[in-house]
């Protein structure tokens, strides 16, 4: 492990997370086999045909875009960051294959075609930051889902019962390059519900070492504030629900003490 860097004259760039995809990739690729093995057999589950094309809102880098293309399906996906975008349709360049991803604000945005499953997993619904938006945001992906395909939803909730978990940490290595990742909460506001996190990567490499830290402002939902929202789009459905352990052979009932919960949602006709 490498050590700490709270205690050393070390370089700290303030700066999104986001415009840093190289190690954005690195940091929340720990769990994308399991996500893989998840959206698959999702499509498996709930889907009365065989999926073929997959969509993600916010991909980011594309590191499930590609380990689904290497699968042999369709992928297609967006995000605001023009950075992450490029980041992601380099890679696929890079195996020959056609670049996914476009720019777009996930609260608008229309698609050509309609998929057999989307997913947004990490918590990046959570970066809009009005109902409105997040209104839109479903309606926009009404658009893009067929009738009867999935939306696989991970959203952080704040849980009502129970007292939230404050601060997280992990690590990630890839060959020479090795970052620890610290995320805490800064404030919450629950009347206007906002929550506010400070993050920071500590990246090591053989040449240097160096922390780059953020804020994430999010908006927050309890189990109860996000059922209503789904139930007001009209064009989706709980068809399950599960824990970021990702396990489909182990549904959860969303209580007050959920904090983690993937929405496996349904395109109903709308």
């Known amino acids: 492990m490498a050590p700490s860097l709270e205690s050393c004259e070390i370089e700290t760039v303030n700066d999104s997370i986001y415009d840093h995809p190289k190690y954005y990739d690195l940091v929340f690729g720990a769990d994308c086999a399991a996500e893989v093995k998840f959206i698959v057999g999702c499509g498996d589950r709930y889907l ?47 195996h020959g294959l056609d670049p996914p991803a476009f720019v777009a604000d996930m609260a608008d945005f229309r698609v050509r075609r309609r998929f057999d499953i989307a ?79 400070g993050i920071r990567f500590d990246i090591y490499s053989p040449s240097k070492a160096f922390r780059i830290e953020d804020e994430l402002v999010l ?32 549904p959860i009932e969303v209580d007050g003490t959920c904090e983690d919960v993937v929405y496996v949602l349904r395109r109903r006709r709308g």
């Open 48 to 94: 009365k045909r065989a999926p073929k094309r997959m969509f993600e809102p916010a991909c980011g880098t594309g590191r499930l875009l590609f380990a689904l293309a290497k699968r042999d399906y369709e992928v297609g996906g967006l995000d605001l960051n023009p950075k992450a975008v490029e980041f992601c349709n380099a890679r696929f360049r890079r």
């Open 119 to 197: 997913f947004n997993t990490i918590n990046s619904f959570r970066h809009l930051n009005t109902e409105a938006a997040a209104r839109d945001h479903l309606r926009c992906m009404g658009q893009a889902v067929r009738v009867g395909g999935l939306y696989l939803l991970g959203v952080h909730l704040t849980p009502t019962e129970v007292a939230p978990s404050e601060t997280e940490s992990w690590s990630a290595r890839r060959g020479h390059l090795s970052i620890n990742t610290h995320m805490w909460t800064k404030h919450r506001d629950r009347r206007r519900r906002v929550e506010r996190f």
């Open 219 to 250: 908006r927050s939902y309890t189990p109860a504030q996000m059922n209503r929202l789904i139930d007001s789009s009209d064009v989706w459905e709980v068809a399950e629900t599960f824990s970021f352990g990702y396990d489909l052979d182990d």
